[in-house]
DNA sequence: TCTGGGGTCCTAGGACCC
DNA sequence: TCTGGGGTCCTAGGACCC
């Protein structure tokens, strides 16, 4: 690992990630919460999104609960995250990685993998081309990033971690191992808590002990899929490749939505007027990707945090709001739940396919419903007019102050 | 007032077909 | 009559990632 004029020769991968990116965009325009703890997360039972370097200083993590985030750091100004702010910035920086190269690989809104091997010859080495990354973010964004260097998407995503905030790691081959083995085992793409767990009981506290522990006692401890990968990863393994970003002919593989409850509830009434919501956008999403799909899968959480899922294959997809609905709704009826706590319900939509190569055929002695072409009429209306101007009767309750089990104080 | 919402992939068992 | 494997689809749950 290298920090300073490093050996990059034969490193063309590059993970660039940026540091604390919702608590930095939010507060790059407000001069007097610079150098200060900042949280942004949400609402009524949410959780950490981003928090300052300042805030992390006391412990505060991405993902954790906001009430323990505000108990560590009580001195925290607490900022509700804007997504189309996010977006935005997030759009705006994926643009200058491809002023670099065309080979990027979206992760999220703010990472990304980057193969700069056909851009040598007119930018430079690898760490040049990083250091003129962020030399651009800087300045045109206002925010910082740090950028990891190797020769696997791996390897590259770790070295981005150990170059925060702020700077460049470079790995090159042959110190991946050096680089690897200390680590601890969390620190592996893959290893989660239930993981981390399972692996420290087996005495393996690195990486470099996961390395020198067969597979096989791998694989018996964690599955053949995860057994093998960890090992493979732990020796410096991986994809060499970016693949950048998916064809635009494959679709996502599910599309869904769910919500948590401000207060757990035990009234199915409001369980499928939630699971109506979901379903509308949901069908609204799925007919903007141009997909239509054919299992339904229902979700609930109880107050206890146990959920459960519960599925079925229609005979031919959907891309309809008032059919997804239905088959959540059946599904969750035949739960048969007696005054059970519900803390969450959502519903999702899997087996996508392209709707305009898939056959739809109606069933014989079906009649058209009809259902398909109002909902189109929704998405039109809601183009032109708005989200407030259109939606399910079901759901206008709202209007006149009937719900209140889920909008924000 | 503990624990969001968007996803992906893997496993395992049963049904069903050849 | 008994035994058998492989492949695919479906369902439920779980781990993980950002």
Redesign the pocket.
């Known amino acids: 690992m290298t920090t300073g004029r490093p050996d990059d020769a034969g490193c063309t991968i590059l993970h660039v990630d940026m540091d604390a990116f919702y608590a930095s965009v939010a507060t790059r325009d407000r001069q007097e919460l610079q150098g200060t703890p900042v949280i942004v997360g949400?609402?009524?039972?949410?959780?950490v999104?981003s928090a300052s370097y300042e805030a992390r200083r006391h412990g505060v993590r991405?993902?954790?609960?906001?009430?323990?985030a505000?108990r560590l750091c009580p001195q925290a100004t607490v900022l509700a995250p804007d997504f189309e702010v996010f977006s935005a910035v997030s759009a705006a920086v994926m643009e200058t990685f491809r002023d670099v190269t065309p080979v990027v690989q979206v992760?999220?809104?703010?990472?990304a993998f980057l193969d700069v091997a056909g851009s040598a010859r007119r930018l430079g080495s690898a760490w040049d081309i990083a250091e003129e990354l962020r030399a651009r973010i800087a300045d045109e964004q206002r925010i910082t990033c740090s950028v990891g260097i190797a020769t696997t998407t791996h390897l590259a995503?770790l070295a981005s971690r150990r170059a925060k905030p702020d700077g460049v790691v470079v790995v090159p081959r042959a110190e991946a191992t050096a680089f690897l083995h200390p680590l601890e085992v969390?620190e592996?793409?893959?290893?989660?808590?239930?993981?981390?767990?399972?692996l420290r009981r087996l005495g393996l506290a690195t990486i470099g002990d996961i390395a020198h522990t067969p597979a096989l006692i791998l694989?018996r401890a964690l599955?053949?899929?995860?057994?093998a990968?960890l090992h493979d990863l732990a020796w410096g393994g991986g994809s060499t490749t970016v693949v950048p970003r998916r064809s635009v002919d494959e679709?996502?593989?599910?599309?869904?939505?769910?919500?948590?409850y401000r207060r757990d509830t035990d009234d199915p009434a409001v369980v499928l007027r939630e699971l109506l919501r979901?379903a509308t956008?949901?069908a609204a999403?799925m007919r903007r990707a141009g997909v239509v799909g054919?299992?339904v899968?229902?979700r609930v959480?109880f107050?206890?945090?146990?959920?459960?899922?519960?599925?079925?294959?229609l005979r031919e997809p959907t891309d309809v709001a008032v059919q997804i609905h239905a088959e959540a709704g059946r599904?969750f009826t035949a739960l048969g739940l007696q005054r059970a706590r519900i803390?969450?319900s959502?519903v999702?939509v899997?087996?996508?396919t392209d709707a305009a190569t898939t056959p739809r055929q109606l069933v014989l002695g079906e009649r058209a419903s009809g259902w398909s072409e109002a909902e189109r009429a929704m998405d039109a209306a809601i183009g032109r007019y708005g989200r407030a101007a259109v939606q399910p009767a079901s759901l206008l309750v709202d209007r006149q102050g009937l719900r209140s089990d889920h909008e924000e104080?």
């Open positions: 949400g609402g009524h039972r949410g959780v999104l991405s993902a954790m609960p906001m009430m323990r505000r992760m999220s809104l703010d990472e995503k969390e592996l793409w893959g290893v989660g808590e239930t993981t981390a767990t399972a694989q599955g053949p899929a995860v057994g990968q679709p996502d593989r599910s599309i869904g939505s769910d919500t948590t979901s956008m949901v999403r054919r299992t899968t229902l959480r107050s206890d945090f146990t959920t459960i899922t519960r599925s079925r294959t599904l803390r969450l959502g999702r899997s087996g996508l104080p």
